[in-house]
């Protein structure tokens, strides 16, 4: 179709010439299309060739009906008719080749005057059986069809050059009983449709809009479930009708959007929402599109529309506008350590090792001649899984003998890399390696060393600034614990021997029977070793009630900063709920994670924990950095891990941002992998790849992004050191397992053996951590900047940057660039930073000190395969100036000969002491650039003990201040 000011040009292709062709035309359409009264039009269709069509969804003007050997039209009666055919009209024109038809009708015919600056059409053919065909717009009822028409185009602007392909918008009409899908939106991830973007406090104001088609729907409501996280309850679902706000044009299309304010509730929920949307007796909803709980690319972002109301609902996040989390988390670089697989520091206090002072005790009732014991440090893990090896079936008791000396021995080490924060797996008193059947929550375990090495740890830890996390596996116990004493051990009447055991309501027995057996009581995973605890008040008493004497109070007392809790979500809510207030008024900046493997937003409302092992990050991380899928015991069918580009990379990581509140987000452990997962090398490694080259250069993409992230990066002993412990089995159903084989000893080069099984230590490796440790903990930005997507490769029209992702972290003045490639061939990118720096900046990539200039407000990069960048800006006027400041005691006066050191980006140190009246200072600082200033002395604590400063002039007033006398 086209047009000139004298004539109308419909042309029909492709169809039989003798069959008929019909169009009809609103020249002068009104606001509701089918409105107004018969003067404007008539509504009545005219039915030849024996079609069925009953009502129009526009009042017609005029209507013409052409084929070879006859044409004529007609126009509306002012009576909801038609006129008289008149043949013969316009200019008529056809041909074989393509079977195509022309028809010119003059204006003057249909308007009665000239070209009308708007018009209405449809379009159909038909045969003489009134089979209908080649219907525009195709939405309408083609075949044997009978019914009313409900869909039609519209041409918004006749004047010349002004109608671009698609130049007509498809509409239906109001109150037809038939709402039309493909125009329903609401997309989480924009602001237009949800401000403010994610999670929002209790008693806030949220404004969700809706999209529908121009004219096509009679209402919309807001449909809301609000869940209670306190008491894992949901109310019953209320609607809130929303009002019609604009009409907007996206696209060539225009569009109706409504809009609410909804107040979000005075206590912390998690609210589920869908629309639902109303024409005549017809209604359909529309709501969120994920799968289910493991679906990282289908929460969040727009929805889908359905018939019937489905159980996917958007989430909206809910938080106590009191939440905080510790501000220390916020800092954190996070060394997770496996305490028996870490370093031997102490052999004397080796299980079942000559000479040993602890003896050689046996697990769930097998003799002490089935505990396996590596005498040779570096020695592979026997496999349990292998019939043939004399550990078949030992899960649980194969020690190397790492303990807490080991760790101690290590904390330079650890430290000197940039971690100041350790997880340490579970390290209370129990029976098997791992530690999670815990007999006694209130020792440390003596083959790690016991009370006295646990003390003389947290004493190294803390003065070197390191925190230490533990494990709180508070949901199940030993069976061989004294509380329980299946095996009758212990001189306590344990909860199994007797019905009037003191500890018989702490566990779920399904009958009287004593001495139980494995069947008279739930254990965790249907594991009889493991009893389940009931949440009654002595277990909660015990656990954080009791003053002084409650697990959780206890250690806190003995130094620690936090609890990382073993199966969380096998804990209720209300547990939680009640524990986080103890929690908080023993130790209010003791951090409270959670293991929580899909979404965690229950638990972070600011009413039970912090934060949480972020697994949806490790999904994330992994399907980019491998780009293609993987699957193993933990991760399989609907909970695999795919491969991302880097486009659903991005809307996989906004998903989690939109669902956890900030707080929350601040205190997340990101981790690569885990001691419940494969090691990362290895599911890092690919088919055809060389070694390992190709999975530490993938290790390495992945350690950028999670430095460079919000959260705590958070790293598994060992894969600093490019540790690489492949899984050795497959489970039944043909995954590999990750247990016990990601659990290998660290490859120590000083220990006996061959440091090469699980090694050697990478050096390299060592150092990049390092670096980007380093540079994390002196950039502000990176740990409570904004995040800000600047390329998505795969949707760029350039086809050289196709596995390109870049983001942006800024926090005032600090701004960092990063940019990351996960593809196997090197990527030419355009990255645009101009809303951050002017052209003709220089920015330097810290990881190769290649530099790059701002120009056109882009920066353009050739990045290998699997490789990344992280640019900070180079001042173009760089200089040197001084940073100087006073160190006082808790009642201001001078501290002499207290040690300050002042740590650059790249690691390098320089040291000062203060002189008598508390003075330092250090000079030629190069300006540009951020450093890290700690303070330390033999009497005094300092706290805050060290500051981080970013250089852009002489800074005089770096005061520290002890909090001791």
């Not at 209604?283 to 159980?311: C, I, K, R």
């Not at 053996?753 to 060592?766: C, E, H, R």
């Not at 701004?815 to 920015?843: C, E, H, M, Q, R």
């Not at 700690?934 to 250089?951: A, M, N, Q, T």
Request: glycine share 8%; hydrophobic share 35%.
């Amino acid at each position: 179709m086209t047009w000139d000011n004298t004539n109308l040009y419909v042309a029909v292709t492709n169809a039989n010439l003798s069959e008929g062709a019909v169009i009809y035309v609103d020249y002068n359409p009104l606001p509701v299309p089918n409105g107004g009264t018969n003067a404007d039009g008539t509504l009545a269709a005219i039915n030849y060739d024996n079609t069925q069509i009953n009502n129009l969804p526009f009042r017609a003007d005029f209507r013409a009906y052409f084929k070879d050997g006859y044409r004529d039209y007609r126009k509306a009666n002012g009576a909801n008719g038609w006129t008289n055919p008149t043949s013969g009209f316009g200019t008529y024109a056809s041909s074989t080749s393509g079977n195509v038809r022309e028809l010119a009708i003059p204006w003057s015919l249909i308007t009665g005057g000239s070209r009308p600056s708007s018009f209405l059409f449809l379009c159909y053919l038909s045969s003489g059986g009134g089979f209908i065909y080649g219907q525009v717009p195709q939405e309408n009822g083609s075949g044997n069809f009978s019914g009313d028409y409900n869909r039609y185009y519209i041409v918004v602007d006749t004047n010349n050059g002004t109608a671009t392909k698609p130049f007509r918008y498809n509409r239906s009409v109001v109150g037809d009983n038939n709402i039309q899908y493909l125009g329903l939106r609401h997309d989480t991830f924009d602001s237009y449709y949800r401000s403010p973007f994610g999670a929002v406090p209790t008693g806030s104001t949220v404004n969700l809009k809706f999209r529908t088609d121009n004219g096509d729907v009679q209402a919309v409501y807001l449909k809301v479930y609000k869940y209670n996280p306190a008491t894992d309850t949901t109310d019953l679902p209320v609607e809130y009708p929303m009002s019609f706000l604009e009409t907007v044009t996206q696209g060539a299309t225009t569009y109706d959007v409504y809009s609410i304010n909804y107040t979000t509730p005075s206590t912390p929920s998690i609210i589920y929402y869908k629309f639902r949307i109303v024409d005549g007796t017809s209604q359909a909803f529309y709501s969120d599109a994920y799968l289910n709980d493991h679906d990282n690319l289908g929460q969040g972002g727009d929805g889908v529309a359905s018939p019937g109301e489905p159980f996917p609902a958007f989430q909206l996040t809910v938080y106590d506008s009191n939440f905080t989390t510790p501000s220390w988390i916020r800092d954190a670089i996070v060394y997770q350590i496996f305490p028996d697989r870490f370093r031997n520091g102490d052999i004397t206090n080796d299980w079942c090792r000559p000479g040993s002072t602890t003896g050689c005790p046996s697990l769930y009732g097998a003799p002490p001649s089935s505990v396996y014991i590596y005498t040779t440090w570096n020695t592979k893990i026997c496999d349990p899984r292998d019939s043939s090896q004399p550990c078949y079936n030992n899960y649980g008791s194969q020690f190397y003998g790492g303990d807490l000396k080991g760790i101690e021995d290590k904390l330079d080490y650890i430290k000197n890399m940039g971690f100041n924060t350790i997880y340490l797996n579970p390290i209370f008193k129990a029976r098997s390696y791992h530690r999670y059947d815990t007999d006694d929550y209130l020792n440390i375990a003596d083959e790690l060393g016991g009370n006295a090495a646990f003390q003389s740890l947290m004493t190294a830890a803390s003065a070197r600034g390191i925190k230490v996390i533990l494990d709180g596996v508070f949901n199940h116990m030993s069976q061989d614990s004294e509380y329980f004493d299946y095996f009758q051990r212990s001189p306590t009447v344990g909860a199994c021997e007797s019905l009037s055991s003191p500890y018989r309501s702490w566990f779920n027995f399904y009958n009287n029977s004593v001495p139980c057996n494995y069947t008279d009581y739930e254990g965790w995973f249907g594991f009889g070793g493991l009893p389940v605890f009931r949440e009654v008040d002595p277990v909660k008493n015990f656990f954080y009630r009791t003053p002084n004497t409650n697990v959780t109070q206890y250690w806190y007392n003995q130094g620690i900063s936090g609890w990382r809790f073993d199966v969380a979500t096998d804990i209720s809510h209300q547990w939680w709920n009640e524990y986080r207030t103890y929690a908080k008024f023993y130790k209010p900046d003791g951090v409270l994670i959670g293991e929580v493997f899909p979404d965690a937003s229950s638990y972070l409302a600011g009413d039970q924990l912090d934060g949480v092992m972020n697994y949806r990050f490790r999904k994330n991380v992994i399907g980019f950095a491998r780009g293609v899928d993987w699957e193993d015991n933990d991760n399989n069918g609907q909970n695999k891990i795919v491969g991302l580009t880097p486009s659903q990379f991005d809307r996989a990581m906004k998903a989690i941002r939109e669902d956890y509140p900030l707080p929350a987000q601040y205190s997340m452990l990101n981790l690569i992998d885990s001691h419940d997962t494969n090691r990362a090398l290895y599911v890092l490694t690919l088919l055809g790849d060389t070694g390992l080259v190709q999975a530490k250069e993938r290790l390495k993409l992945a350690a950028i992004f999670q430095f460079t992230y919000i959260g705590a990066p958070m790293v598994y002993y060992g894969d600093e050191a490019g540790m690489n412990a492949p899984s050795q089995a497959n489970s039944p159903n043909g995954f590999p397992e990750d247990d016990p084989y990601n659990r290998a000893p660290y490859p120590w080069p000083d220990e006996a053996g061959d440091p090469n099984i699980y090694g050697p230590v990478d050096t390299n490796l060592i150092n990049f951590y390092t670096l980007l440790a380093n540079f994390r903990r002196s950039h502000p930005a990176l740990r409570i900047g904004s995040f800000d997507t600047l390329l998505m490769g795969d949707l760029t029209p350039s086809t050289t940057d196709n596995n390109t992702y870049a983001f942006a972290r800024v926090a005032g003045i600090d701004k960092v660039i990063v940019a990351l490639n996960n593809g196997a061939n090197t990527n030419s990118a355009s990255i645009p930073v101009g809303a951050y720096f002017p052209d003709g900046t220089v920015l330097k990539d810290i990881l190769t000190n290649s530099t790059y200039t701002v120009s056109g407000g882009n920066i353009f990069l050739n990045l290998p395969a699997r490789t990344g960048v992280v640019l900070q800006q180079i001042s173009p006027t760089a200089g040197t100036v001084s940073v100087s400041g006073r160190v006082t005691n808790s009642y201001g006066r001078g501290v002499s000969k207290a040690l300050v050191v002042m740590t650059d980006e790249q690691g390098i140190q320089r040291m000062a002491l203060t002189d008598w009246k508390g003075n330092f200072k250090f000079d030629e600082v190069e300006v540009g650039k951020t450093y890290i200033v700690s303070v330390s002395h033999k009497r005094y604590e300092f706290k805050p003990s060290s500051r981080v400063l970013i250089v852009m002039e002489t800074l005089n007033n770096v005061d520290f201040q002890a909090v001791t006398p």
